[in-house]
């Protein structure tokens, strides 16, 4: 690959007091293109994203290489990282409701934060962010601006984290579950959106996400993660032909529609998949 | 086996309006699915019906009682709700062991340790869980564990806004399976928010399309394969999910 955005060579996490490491031994690099993380449960996703952000105050991370762009990740100061994130990486995380400032409006919040990266007055923030709620396709963006978080579906809040990260024009975006509570069509919107970025800005993209027709289609690449490792790595229109037996119980335990309405089938889990990945 | 009714439910906040006179009926031991647009009235129709949300008029009832006319302990033991957002449903300084002990301890009920040792089974979790805190949980171990909740009471009726939305799919299939269980089991009866209609269609009799606060439909599952809903919102809705199980 020519020159990688990202660039992560053997990283391990272990959160503070924790017997085992949350992640093993994760290798991956990224360019500008797609690339899916799914993975049972609790199996380091959202780990991996914020280590790559340096959001993990309470573990201990090690790794041979954590390059982002010109930014040597193992090394730079907290300093560098408040510049660094937000503004050219940012993720949109898996509880938006949760990281949004309960007692605060949501549009001042956004644009806030659009305003710690960008010179802008204030009617102008306010006027982009309303730009970018339409763009995320929230129908009554003046009304929903006015809303505090505890106010917004499910849905809205995952949009308003995504216009929030939007704003800034960033060269990596790690999506943690984007459009999990979207309704299809506005899921189809929303997953256009994040593809213009990466075609038009050349961003690279890392989406963490359980829905399986999503990476399949929308993804250049897979990461298939299992307790903590990469247990298999293909490209995302092989999906179906995994080998791995996590990846193969995972794809058979998706129901589909007009299928029969048995017990679906679930995955015995077997110690050997604690192994190193098998590429194909 | 208990019986729902939803008759006329109004809602505003403030001057919106954000539930027009919705009703349904659900029989005794169905699982009936509530899909739609983002934003369109289902968790509030879930949280109007719990009574977390008092402002609104119309008719709820359960097995023919009106959920208003319950005393308050009655109505937890018969309707439990998992919620969308299982981060803020728990509280953050509360373990596991809490969470699952505190409503068995309300509700008087025996044997807790072992209730909550096979609560953590059912859901997929290590019984030593039991012990952490939801800061040291991914979000799908949140989630079960809120499943957890609702469903160590027994309840009658549970409420699930996207149960699984969280999940890799090898383990919303442990829960949709124990789900399942439970309904032949203990006669469980169910109300369930979907986006994903493979799993409405895997788990529910019927389902009704909400958009801007409105039921649009009310659909038989097997109205699904074939698109054959009437409603022009709720045939670009399943159109769009037909097209999504086979390309994005
Ligand atoms: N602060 C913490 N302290 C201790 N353990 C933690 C902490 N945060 C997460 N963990 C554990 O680390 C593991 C990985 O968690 P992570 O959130 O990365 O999983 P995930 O793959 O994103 O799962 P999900 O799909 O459910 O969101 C889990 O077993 C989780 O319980
Ligand atoms: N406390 C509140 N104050 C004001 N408006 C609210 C409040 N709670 C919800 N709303 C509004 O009610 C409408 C319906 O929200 P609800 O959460 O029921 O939608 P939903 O169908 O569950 O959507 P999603 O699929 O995105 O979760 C939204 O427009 C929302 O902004
Ligand atoms: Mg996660
Ligand atoms: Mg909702």
């Known amino acids: ?280 | 086996m208990k019986p729902i009714a939803v008759k006329d439910l109004c809602m505003s906040f403030g001057a919106v309006q954000v539930l027009h006179d919705v009703s349904f009926d659900v029989a005794a031991g169905e699982c009936f699915g509530l899909v739609g647009e983002s934003g369109s009235g289902k968790s509030t129709v879930l949280r109007c019906m719990s009574l977390l949300q008092g402002q609104w008029t119309g008719e709820v009832s359960i097995g023919g009682v009106r959920v208003r006319d319950m005393p308050l302990n009655d109505r937890c033991r018969m309707v439990q709700m998992v919620f969308q957002d299982p981060y803020g449903s728990l509280h953050p300084r509360h373990s596991v062991a809490t969470v699952l002990s505190e409503p068995l301890k309300i509700h008087g009920l025996d044997r807790a340790n072992e209730r909550m040792a096979q609560a953590m089974i059912d859901v997929g979790l290590p019984v030593d869980f039991l012990d952490r805190f939801p800061h040291q949980l991914s979000g799908g171990q949140r989630q079960r564990v809120a499943i957890a909740r609702a469903l160590i009471l027994e309840p009658d009726v549970v409420l699930l806004d996207e149960p699984t939305s969280a999940l890799d799919v090898s383990v919303q299939a442990e829960i949709l399976n124990l789900l399942s269980r439970l309904r032949t089991d203990k006669g469980f009866t169910y109300i369930m928010v979907s986006h994903d209609l493979s799993v409405v269609d895997h788990m529910c009799e019927r389902f009704a399309v909400m958009q801007s606060g409105r039921i649009v439909e009310i659909l038989p599952r097997e109205a699904i394969p074939t698109n054959a809903a009437r409603d022009p919102y709720a045939r670009e809705l399943i159109g769009a999910s037909l097209a999504y199980e086979r390309a994005v």
């Open chain 1, 1 to 280: 690959m020519t020159d990688p955005i990202l660039d992560i060579e053997n990283l391990s996490v272990r959160y503070r007091g924790a017997t085992e490491p949350a992640v093993r031994g994760v290798s991956f690099s990224l360019g500008r293109e797609r690339l899916g993380i799914v993975g049972e449960s609790g199996s380091g996703k959202s780990t991996v994203g914020r280590a790559i952000l340096r959001l993990l105050d309470s573990a201990e991370i090690t790794a041979d290489r954590m390059q982002f762009e010109d930014v040597d990740l193992l090394n730079a100061s907290e300093r560098q990282m408040l510049k660094v994130r937000g503004r050219r990486m940012s993720m949109i995380l898996q509880d938006p409701k949760f990281s949004l400032n309960p007692i605060q409006r949501c549009g001042d919040q956004v644009a806030e934060a659009f305003r710690t990266h960008v010179r802008a007055s204030k009617a102008e923030a306010r006027a982009k962010v309303i730009e970018m709620l339409n763009a995320v396709q929230i129908r009554d963006p003046e009304r929903v601006y006015q809303l505090y978080p505890h106010e917004v579906s499910g849905g809205m809040g995952q949009r308003i984290m995504i216009a929030m990260m939007l704003l800034t024009d960033p060269d990596l975006v790690i999506a943690d579950e984007p459009t999990s509570a979207l309704d299809v069509t506005v899921r189809l919107q929303v997953l256009n959106i994040l593809d213009r970025l990466v075609h038009e800005h050349g961003i690279g993209l890392i989406m963490i996400s359980h829905d399986l027709n999503l990476v399949r289609n929308f993804c250049d690449r897979v990461i298939i993660m299992y307790a903590g490792r990469v247990v298999e790595t293909l490209a995302a229109s092989d999906l179906d032909n995994a080998q791995h037996p996590y990846s193969r119980g995972l794809l058979a335990a998706q129901p589909r529609i007009g299928g029969s309405r048995g017990p679906l089938p679930v995955l015995e889990r077997d110690d050997s998949w604690m192994q190193p990945e098998v590429r194909s």
